[in-house]
């Protein structure tokens, strides 16, 4: 199997702040707990327009990963970079400041809220002054409607409350709502993972809604079948190392999910087993498991 794996692009160049900069990289970039060393090495670029997918098993490193650039932990070694300017971020908030979005798994909603209050929590539009001051109700329920028609998803009322909707649709939500508040990079943190088939096309639709609107996006899965249709490049990691790091032409589904499995384990393990007495037939209904395709609709 002849992988060619990515350089990371441009990782020896020295960037000064600016053009043709990437919007956020990642070099030799590591963080260490104490002594438990829990990322390594790990090289990657997002750019505008762009999905760069973050793959990995439990435990691969992939949340310290998304802590280091959303702001909520500040890497330890190597460097981070935006747009050409080396940095650390100690807050959610300078992340944001910088126009970095994070769209985490458990969605802060406040699910008895209509969906129009949820978009604007926290950032509520007011009319009138002093003491005529008042939330702009009618304006912020416009804007909503229309900023979640623009990509693409059309909820009949955005009056309901917000527990209503799916768990695809809420995700979709967070993520026009961070289009709509400036975000110039998107991270989500596995977003199809507590999702069906159907769902998490729906979510990976949006997921490329938001590209086209010229977000960086970072999307973290395990699940190679969602991760390919959607990615421009691929980072994978393996217990707290990047293994690998991909452009699309580079590489085939299989091939991301033969690294993503552990290709040479199975391989191993079917030994294994044939030696034990013929099992292979297991290995390969895990394979047919992995191979189990979700329909990803048209864009
Ligand atoms: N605050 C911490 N203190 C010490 N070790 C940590 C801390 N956070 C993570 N680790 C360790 O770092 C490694 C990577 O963990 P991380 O949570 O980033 O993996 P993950 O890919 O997100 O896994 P999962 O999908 O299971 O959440 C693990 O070995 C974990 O035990």
Redesign the pocket.
Known sequence: MAINQATATDAQQPVSAEQGAHLISLRDAGKR??N?L??QGVDMDVDPGRVTCVL??????????IKIIAGRHEHTDGEFLIEGESVHLRSPREALERGIAAVYQDLAVVPLMPIWRNFFLGSELTKGFGPFKSLDVEQMKEITKKELLDMGIDLRDVDQPIGQLSGGERQCVAIARAVYFGAKALILDEPTAALGVKQSGVVLRYILAARDRGLGVIFIT?NPHHAFPVGDSFLL?KR?KSIGYYDKADITLDELTAQMAGGAELEELAHELEQLGGYTQDIAVIREVEDDIPDVPAK
């Open positions: 707990y104490g438990i829990a990322l990995g098993d439990n435990g691969a490193g992939k949340s310290t990963l395990h990691l707290g």
